[in-house]
């Protein structure tokens, strides 16, 4: 059971919004994605709650405040899961945005509300398509089961595109998880190479996806309909990986009862995949030139030469060059294998994939219906390991704090000892963010005393009024997303306002400009939380009389700047590196027009 809110919220014009406790008792839905519902409201203080209330129950929110801008959102971004719409707004009514969604996007359901209802606006709505027609006031409980239902149907629908997909494309590139510089150099050469009949040879660290990449190659290959067959090569003695990779013929020695096919016989126009490739023995790689030079295979104990058409990916994290030099690997099968040479990076050369890294290994190992999250700190820790162990060890310490996290939240305590405590380089290391409330005091006076800030991450100098904005920034743990920097500043000047006002809302609501229902209901969030040391520290260097709504925009406009800068102005990937999908950041561009002058 869950309470929600409780009280009235008085709108302009004189209706209100209930919002009482509701205790629901239905089975919670696991969604493999967040949902995204758009708000049409041109009356500021009803968008305001429904997105809180919509939030508050895990569903992704864009406000519009008219027919037109929510138009062209749909335009830009394509998709959203569910509409509720206002019905009536100076440019245009309810009515007209559904005719016009319904024309573009027959698949998105919409919900229309209204203060004045009558029987025939709402027949006039069924007609047109809504999906339900509901009458101001709403309760809570009236808006949340109407959302369920409709986004019960939006989500068939994606299903099953995503299922067409899904089958078509399970092994694209798509699969591979990254967009740094150096995944894009490698995506670049695995759509020249894919398509071809050339043998690969994959080399890179422990851990770095040699095995997926060798799956994208063929199942992006004209051999994607026949087998993909793996062998890892360090795995067996040198006698019975021949007898598995060649298969060997009834009675060829003890313990052979009956004939057996060898992998490269299964992967017969396919593709074969040798892991650990420097691994094999001498003799063994005697036999693999021939089968590369002849294209056929004889079984251990068989005299028969049988054709096979294989394509050979091949993998090493040695360096096969000196394994030649130092006479331990043939010089002419290192040129038969290295026909087109893919060398991954290891995870510390691009650590710009970390967070969709994580995000992808927190959904993979989840371990209820709520999504869990990474606290800052715990980010931050993250962003400073070197990763000897690449991706793989990424996974596994994410697993491992899935299962030890109290809630749904890795705090530091739930990270392997050798994160928590990096080894030391005999270097003294910065600290990463002050430890006193002076000392985030003392940055801001320099700021203030000087007349200077560090230039923003468009090269610009800040004016005063933001200043502040980049010590802030400043303090932040590397790879921070939008939402947590965000929600964490306002955990602290609530707590901060709560503090000068002597514990009475009424005047933490006032300091911060806010009404008092609202500060209520955004305290409520953050009541039963230990307090976040961070939060005190950035709420120490916010200008005081900015009230909590500037505030907020003030650091989230600068927060853009900089990943839009970081990004090269691709909106896409600065979306990425703040943990927003591309329309919501799309949204969020929107409010603030400047950013790009």
């Not at 026949?226 to 009834?250: M, P, Q, W």
């Not at 006479?327 to 650590?351: I, K, Q, S, T």
């Not at 901060?496 to 400009?513: F, N, P």
């Amino acid at each position: 059971m869950g309470l929600v809110l409780k009280g009235l919220v008085w709108a302009e014009d004189n209706f209100f919004i209930l919002l009482e406790p509701i205790f629901k008792e239905t089975t919670l839905t696991i969604m493999s994605r967040v949902e995204t519902i758009l708000i049409v409201d041109d009356e500021p203080n009803y968008r305001l709650i429904m997105g809180e209330l919509l939030e508050a129950e895990g569903y992704e929110v864009i406000l519009a405040e008219s027919g037109r801008l929510a138009l062209g959102i749909l335009e830009e971004h394509g998709w959203v899961d569910l509409i509720l719409t206002d019905m009536t707004m100076p440019d245009g009514g309810g009515i007209e945005l559904l005719v016009k969604v319904k024309e573009r996007s027959p698949e998105i359901p919409v919900i229309l509300l209204t203060a004045h209802g009558t029987i025939e606006r709402a027949v006039e709505a069924m007609k047109e398509g809504a999906f339900d027609y509901l009458t101001k006031p709403c309760r809570n409980a009236e808006i949340l089961r109407a959302v369920s239902k409709a986004l019960e149907v939006s989500r068939l629908g994606r299903q099953n595109k995503e299922l067409r997909e899904a089958l078509a494309d399970r092994f694209s590139f798509g699969r591979l998880i990254g967009k740094s510089k150096p995944m894009q150099e490698l995506y670049k050469y695995l759509e020249k190479v894919a398509p071809t009949r050339a043998n690969v040879l994959i080399t890179g660290e422990s851990g770095t996806g040699k095995e997926l990449v060798a799956q994208a190659i063929h199942y992006n290959s004209p051999r994607s309909k026949r087998s993909f067959v793996a062998v890892n090569c360090s795995a067996l003695s040198e006698n019975l990986l021949e007898s598995e990779l060649f298969g060997h013929e009834k009675g060829a020695f003890t313990g052979a009862v009956a004939t057996k096919v060898g992998r490269f016989e299964m992967a017969h126009e396919g593709t074969i995949f040798l892991d650990e490739v420097g691994e094999i023995g001498a003799s063994a790689q005697v036999k693999l030139l021939r089968v590369l030079q002849e294209r056929a295979i004889e079984r251990v104990g068989g005299g028969a030469s049988i054709k096979v058409d294989v394509r050979v990916v091949a993998a090493t994290n040695r360096d096969l060059k000196r394994e030649v030099a130092a006479g331990r690997f043939r010089e002419d099968l290192f040129y038969r294998l290295n026909v087109v040479h893919l060398r991954l990076p290891p995870l510390r050369d691009r650590l710009d994939d970390l967070p969709l890294l994580m995000e992808h290994f927190l959904e993979k190992h989840r371990q209820g219906p709520e999504k869990a999250i990474i606290h800052p700190e715990t980010r931050r820790l993250l962003f400073a390991h070197s990763w000897p162990g690449n991706i793989r060890e990424l996974e596994n310490v994410i697993e491992r704090g899935l299962v030890l996290a109290q809630g749904q939240e890795i705090k530091p305590e739930d990270l392997p000892e050798e994160l928590r405590r990096p080894p030391d380089s005999g270097k003294p290391t910065p600290e990463p963010i002050p430890q006193s409330q002076a000392q985030a005091r003392w940055y801001m006076d320099t700021v203030k005393g000087d007349g200077q800030a560090s230039s923003s991450a468009n090269g610009a100098k800040p004016t005063m009024d933001t200043a502040w904005t980049e010590v802030v920034i400043g303090l932040l743990p590397p790879g921070i997303w939008l939402t947590e920097a965000l929600d964490t500043l306002e955990e602290g000047l609530i707590r901060k306002a709560l503090a000068k006002g002597d514990g009475v809302q009424s005047r933490a609501a006032e300091i911060l400009g806010l009404k008092r229902n609202v500060f209520k209901y955004k305290w409520d969030k953050f009541v039963l939380m230990e307090p976040t040391p961070l939060a005190a520290i950035l709420a120490e260097v916010v200008p005081e009389g900015l009230d909590l709504v500037t505030a907020l925009e003030d650091l989230e406009k600068q927060l853009l700047i900089k990943a839009l800068a970081q990004s090269h102005g691709a909106m896409g990937r600065a979306a990425e590196l703040l943990g927003l999908k591309k329309n919501i950041m799309a949204y969020k561009l929107k409010k603030y027009p400047d950013l790009g002058d």
